[in-house]
């Protein structure tokens, strides 16, 4: 199983709504990221999370909140968002280390969630 | 000056042709490098990574990347409607930085 499953597809949500993102994975990777992209832009990086603890947060607003209950699954809490946060969310996956270094650069990525926020 | 550099096109081409997509980038020290192909509303996919000067090679694809100068490329020979993508380079500086991205390259294989 070489897949990383996002859901939903889609979601449409207001202002004040409480809405999560989740991921899965079965291949044994220990680090999972979530990233935000906008048309046409490269993903950016939001969190990492490395053996289940949060190693990178890169000064994403309170509104996201990520949690990694277990090795295989990426939460993605939302809450009270912002119109401009209407985005593609991509979930990843890698190994933290191979030989060489390599590891943690090839990330397998899910097809992402369409978050619009009206 | 951005640390990587990749012209956003679109690039158009006939069914067939070869195809030629590069980047550059900044620090010589830079250490990894990646070609991802993101099809539209579907997450990147990795199609290829090196680490060292010269040419690698997996089916129609071909990884270059010249340290001397700082320019990687990605050449896809036969093209075929099914490689219309956005394909994006990214960069692993090395330990503990995250990927730096190019802002990836539109291309259309035309039938």
């Known amino acids: 199983d070489t897949e990383v499953t996002q859901t939903p597809k889609h979601l449409v949500m207001g202002m004040t709504n409480k809405k999560s993102l989740k991921c899965e994975q079965h291949?044994?990777?220990?680090?999972m990221y979530w990233y935000k992209q906008k048309a046409k832009k490269p993903p950016e990086l939001m969190f990492v999370?490395?053996?289940?603890?949060?190693?990178i947060n890169e000064s994403v607003p309170s509104r996201f909140s990520p949690e990694c209950p277990n090795s295989s699954l990426l939460n993605l809490h939302l809450h009270a968002l912002q119109p401009e946060d209407s985005a593609l969310y991509l979930c990843?996956?890698?190994?933290?280390?191979?030989?060489?270094?390599?590891?943690?650069?090839?990330?397998?990525f899910g097809a992402g969630s369409r978050l619009t926020v009206l | 000056q951005k640390e990587v550099e990749q012209d956003p096109g679109p690039l158009s081409v006939p069914e067939g042709a070869i195809v030629s997509l590069n980047c550059t980038y900044s620090?010589?020290?830079?250490?990894?490098f990646m070609w991802y192909r993101q099809y539209s509303r579907k997450g990147p996919e990795l199609l290829m990574y090196?680490?060292s000067s010269g040419n690698k090679e997996d089916g129609r694809f071909t990884a270059q990347v010249d340290k001397s100068s700082k320019y990687i490329s990605l050449f896809i020979r036969d093209s075929q409607p099914s490689d219309s993508a956005t394909y994006l380079c990214?960069?692993?500086?090395?330990?503990?930085?995250?990927?730096?991205w190019g802002l990836g390259t539109s291309l259309a294989v035309n039938p």
């Open positions: 990843a996956s890698s190994q933290v280390r191979l030989a060489g270094g390599l590891g943690a650069n090839v990330l397998t």
């Open positions: 090196t680490y």
């Open positions: 291949m044994g990777h220990r680090a």
């Open positions: 620090n010589s020290a830079f250490q990894y």
């Open positions: 999370y490395s053996y289940e603890k949060l190693s």
């Open positions: 990214a960069i692993k500086p090395g330990n503990n930085r995250k990927l730096i």
